[in-house]
């Protein structure tokens, strides 16, 4: 009863205050027909809150959320059935589902009271702006009579998870080699041409089988080197990614951090059609996605992975070997000072492929954010240490900065056979 009459709304509660007052004074003046109204409007709103309260717990819920993985910016759809579980037929039902500010806003619906065979069927749409994952619900069920007079509120169809990834952006070919695993010694050589000249070699290291030693290339370095045969084929290839909170300016989806992501994401796709096994890390070491043995070579794996990616406190770029494990690496770096790029230059072998883009972060940065440092003079760093280097601004399509981004690795290692036939002759 105290649930029930805890239900009453301002209109129900005013009708039995007014009931009671009725019932008084009939009793006070002695009047049959006053005391007859008085208890009919006592009851009303008693048995509109007994009915309302019985009917708040008659109705089941069911959300399925399609797709459960989108891309940001991207719309779902999310479905509702009702139905109902007894024979009580109440008023009115308004349904409320709680959704993310980021998602979209909340929907509200006013309905009749489903019936037991005959499920009532809602929807609506979402488009979340911000990655990440994100709770879809519980549904708030407010049930109310015919007359108003009472409402109770009920949470139900528990929570579903939406998963918002970066948006994937399509691109187009790979740096000449690309997937090798081997750089300048290993997908240059190979289309040079030179037959067992240019067999893939490294210095020798202890325990390797003395029969693998190549002679010719022993003689010409005066350094004992072995033949590589087991190549690393298609697994090579690691997608770093700067996600320094320093390093990058503007807030919300429109910032250099979100297109830093959102490009990473499109690389890792792109090098995934192509049957490249992709690891990818952030700027402290952390691996993502790709790691030995845990089997995130997928687009959904590492999609999830940055999915959940949040900005590093870390000011500067410090490592303590190669970020690229003895790989081929994509770097996206956000502002980058010519002496963090000389730190990656310096733990990065120049015999493996090595690429980057840098974040013009100036033209991302708001009004009252820091100033950020000229990408120009670290990329003359790394390009004079091997690498192949990009600056990108948010104006430019990711497209064209992934095609130039090839176009440079191309002519890099044209530049480089060139040198090699120069020596040799």
């Known amino acids: 009863m105290r649930r029930a009459l805890s239900g009453l709304t301002t209109r129900g509660r005013c009708l039995l205050a007014a009931g009671i007052a009725a019932a008084l004074c009939a009793l006070v003046l002695n009047e049959r027909d006053l005391a007859r109204v008085a208890l009919f409007t006592i009851a009303l709103p008693l048995i509109a809150a007994g009915v309302a309260s019985r ?54 619906f006013l309905t009749p009271r489903p019936r037991q065979r005959r499920p009532l069927l809602l929807s609506y749409r ?49 740096p000449g080699g690309s997937g090798l695993g081997a750089g300048e010694d290993g997908s240059i050589r190979l289309r040079s041409g030179q037959g067992e000249d240019d067999a893939i070699v490294r210095p020798y290291r202890q325990g390797d089988d003395l029969r693998k030693v190549h002679w010719k290339s022993t003689a010409r370095r005066d350094e004992l080197m072995v033949r590589v045969e087991d190549r690393p084929w298609r697994g090579g290839t690691t997608v770093l990614l700067d996600t320094r909170s320093a390093a990058h300016r503007g807030a919300g989806p429109t910032s250099s951090l979100e297109w830093a992501v959102s490009f990473a994401a499109s690389v890792c796709a ?27 070579h997928g687009d959904d794996a590492v999609l999830d992975a940055l999915a959940m990616v949040a900005p590093s406190h870390r000011r500067d770029l410090r490592w303590t070997s190669d970020p690229g494990a003895g790989q081929e690496t994509f770097a996206v770096l956000g502002a980058v000072t010519p002496g963090a790029a000389a730190e990656l230059a310096r733990h990065r072998p ?3 492929r090595s690429a980057a883009v840098l974040l013009d972060v100036r033209a991302w940065a708001g009004s009252d954010q820091p100033a950020a440092p000229d990408p120009a003079p670290a990329a003359a760093l790394l390009r004079a240490a091997g690498w192949s280097v990009v600056v990108a601004r948010p104006d430019q399509l990711m497209s064209a900065i992934w095609a130039e981004l090839c176009h440079a690795d191309l002519r890099r290692g044209a530049a480089v056979i060139a040198g090699d036939h120069g020596r040799n002759a």
């Open 55 to 108: 009917s708040s717990t008659s109705v089941a819920v069911e959300r399925l959320v399609v797709p459960t993985r989108v891309q940001a910016g991207h719309s779902a759809e999310v479905r509702l059935r009702l139905w109902g579980r007894g024979r009580l037929r109440g008023g009115s039902l308004l349904l409320e589902d709680s959704v993310p500010y980021a998602v979209g806003e909340r929907p509200r």
């Open 350 to 352: 120049r015999g493996l």
């Open 270 to 296: 792109h090098l995934h059609r192509f049957g490249h096994q992709v690891r990818l890390c952030t700027d402290d070491g952390q691996v993502l996605a790709g790691g030995t043995g845990d089997g995130g």
């Open 126 to 174: 979402v488009r979340p702006s911000t990655r990440g994952f994100h709770r879809v619900g519980p549904l708030l069920l407010k049930v109310t009579d015919s007359f108003g007079l009472a409402e109770y509120d009920r949470e139900t169809a528990g929570t579903s998870t939406l998963i918002v990834v970066p948006t994937v952006q399509p691109l187009h070919g790979v």
